[in-house]
């Protein structure tokens, strides 16, 4: 591990009008980290991925990103097209439905090739090769690398994502509830997939996530959301075989509805 942080946010608050989407969030995330973001819905999980990810802009604060070159850079003050280059090759971002994260009428394997070009890749054979090995990884057959992806089922479309995330050799992706909207069975298998994949690469990983199981399953440390706050941080098995604030007791024992 890296003797230095990969993000370090700093009082990060965003308002929709009068309305707290999040505030004051802070907190750095070291290189091969997981975090969990968990909280009931509208407690701001999205609003702050959005703004670490340079979705939205945050209201107050900001995001320094640790570059390759060793320097940290303010997101909110990086040129559009540095911006938008990091995106597409240093950073993945896996949506919860696939449909806004691929492009679903042209092929599977050319999904996966395009993230490959964007980082200069322009020989048709390589790219071709890079696609037929990651579709493999995430346990797509090589006869289907010609199909698109409204071909797909959900899973397999899901997995198809973290593929075209994850070709580009990224140091950190976003995830906002990878396992939403699957079947249970499908669920298991694809946050086994994910944490086999995060592992292997030594990924850094904030997912969002409604389900403490995921967050159990794939993350080290966690952040409990409500109405906007972080009102309770720590590593994950601490704050969910021990937690201390009244919410997140009742989170953990599922009183609930999540
Ligand atoms: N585009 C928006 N316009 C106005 N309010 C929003 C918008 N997006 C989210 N909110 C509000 O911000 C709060 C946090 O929402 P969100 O980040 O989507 O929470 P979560 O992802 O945890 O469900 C909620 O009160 C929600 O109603
Ligand atoms: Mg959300």
Redesign the pocket.
């Known amino acids: 591990m890296s003797q230095q942080p990969l993000l370090k946010v700093h009082e990060l608050s965003k308002f929709?009008g009068g309305?707290?989407?999040c505030r004051d969030v802070s907190f750095d995330l070291w290189p091969g980290e997981v975090l969990a973001i968990v909280?009931e819905?509208?407690?701001?999980?999205?609003?702050l991925l959005n703004c670490l990810s340079t979705r939205l802009t945050a209201d107050v604060g900001c995001v320094e990103y640790h570059m390759r070159d060793g320097q940290y850079r303010n997101l909110a003050t990086m040129p559009e097209a540095e911006r938008r280059f990091l995106m597409r090759t240093d950073w993945g971002f896996v949506h919860q439905n696939p449909a806004d994260g691929l492009s679903m009428t042209v092929s599977a394997g050319a999904n996966v090739g395009e993230r490959l070009m964007a980082v200069g890749e322009r020989h048709y054979g390589r790219i071709r090769e890079t696609a037929g090995d990651w579709l493999g990884r995430v346990e797509i057959g090589l006869d289907r690398m010609d199909d698109q992806p409204r071909a797909f089922s959900g899973g397999m479309r899901q997995r198809l994502q973290i593929a075209r995330n994850l070709v580009t050799s990224p140091r950190l992706v976003f995830m906002d509830e990878p396992t939403g909207g699957l079947d249970v069975s499908v669920q298991a298998r694809l946050l086994d997939l994910i944490r086999g994949l995060v592992q292997d690469l030594g990924l850094a990983v904030i997912v969002?996530t409604h389900d403490l199981a995921v967050a159990r399953l794939l993350s080290h440390r966690m952040m409990v959301?409500k109405d906007?706050l972080v009102i309770e941080q720590g590593l994950t098995d601490r704050v969910l075989d021990d937690p201390r604030e009244p919410y997140t007791q009742l989170l953990v024992s599922s009183i609930l509805q999540v």
């Open positions: 929709y309305r707290i989407g909280g819905s509208g407690s701001g999980k999205t609003t969002v959301m906007g």
